[in-house]
């Protein structure tokens, strides 16, 4: 098979792991980079052998042959881009979140069907080494009907350190992190039937909530509780950015804790198990178990683009989880049951 070529559109602080990630992968090949500012994709090409550089996208999507585009750029220029592949018919990855509102990530999503172009969405949490297990332990039964979950991500890490975007961000926490949690929530219980949210700001110095609380109805029937905050507090179990599940099943339950153990108890007793990510030298290792976690979801988008195997997080996909998103603003700020 040939190697399938694509530009990456962004160069910021993802790019680099998002690079080294498609590296990993066999039959794959970056051609071309933009950014709007020259330098910063320069910079990129030259530490990853990247062929091409732009500082305008008309002209790269005119000038080379490509089967994909990953667009890593902030949120609000997504759309854009993504027209702009659909109207060249060249396949689409855009990074989480998909959009800055849920009509227009609708919009996104009609424009690449009707366009007949295969859209996917970057959406890696689910693909993280534990939560697999996590999910593969409910798939076999073993704790029976799960009834009830808590999803925790909880950390005082500071993100704003290396993403410094995220201060400035209106609708914060739930866009950037809720994104994955509530994905993950989908990932392992089905869709929400009701959904009722809190949010909350600690950091004084941002302009969007940094706490969010979410409780969904989901699937059969399993009540889902999603904390997530990221106050800058301390915090005993702190491991940014592990997250942390607690199922309860009529016949057991199962736990995922710190440091990846994954904790399965029936009537037989507990049985403990570490699954931790695989380890990669271009990780940051402060983000070690998400950077691990963007090869398989890049190869499961690769199956996608191939037409080899089903992609998980396509665009209508993640249209389920946009919704989630913005249904959990809108309960906040109503503070009411939203029912889907
Ligand atoms: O931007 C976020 C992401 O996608 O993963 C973790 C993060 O960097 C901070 O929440």
Redesign the pocket.
């Known amino acids: 098979m040939s190697n399938l070529r694509f530009a990456m559109l962004g160069t910021g602080f993802?790019s680099q792991f998002q690079l080294a990630a498609w590296r990993e992968l066999n039959g794959v090949e970056c051609v071309a980079l933009y950014n709007r500012t020259r330098g910063k994709a320069e910079a990129l090409a030259a530490e990853f052998g990247v062929q091409s550089v732009y500082d305008d996208p008309e002209e790269l999507l005119r000038s080379e042959q490509l089967d994909f585009v990953d667009i890593v750029t902030d949120v609000d220029t997504h759309s854009r881009f993504v027209q702009l592949a659909a109207e060249h018919r060249v396949q689409v990855i855009c990074q989480?979140p998909m959009a800055p509102t849920l009509a227009e990530a609708e919009r996104m999503v009609s424009l690449c069907e009707a366009a007949s172009v295969p859209f996917f969405v970057h959406e890696n949490?689910r693909w993280q080494t534990p939560i697999r297990q996590l999910q593969r332990v409910l798939a076999e039964g073993t704790i029976g009907r799960p009834f009830r979950a808590r999803i925790d991500m909880i950390s005082g890490f500071p993100?704003f350190a290396?993403?410094p975007f995220?201060k400035e961000l209106e609708q914060f926490i739930l866009t950037?992190?809720g994104s994955?949690i509530l994905d993950v929530a989908r990932f392992l219980f089905g869709e929400a039937h009701t959904l009722y949210a809190q949010t909350r700001r600690v950091h004084s110095d941002i302009k969007g909530e940094d706490v969010a609380t979410v409780l969904m109805r989901m699937g059969d029937d399993v009540t889902v509780l999603c904390a997530m905050a990221?106050a800058g507090n301390a915090l005993e179990h702190d491991r940014f950015?592990e997250t942390y599940v607690f199922v309860e099943g009529d016949r057991g339950s199962v736990e995922l804790g710190p440091d990846y153990w994954v904790r399965v108890t029936t009537e037989s007793g507990t049985h403990a198990r570490r699954y931790p990510p695989p380890r990669y030298g271009w990780a940051d290792p402060a983000?070690d178990v998400?950077h691990a976690s963007i090869v398989p979801c890049n190869a499961n988008v690769l199956a996608g683009l191939r037409g080899t195997g089903q992609a998980e997080t396509t665009g209508q996909d993640n249209l389920q989880t946009v919704r989630l998103v913005f249904a959990a603003y809108d309960s906040a700020a109503a503070d009411r049951v939203i029912k889907f």
């Open positions: 993802w989480k949490w993100v290396n993403q995220l950037d992190l994955h990221y950015p983000y998400v």
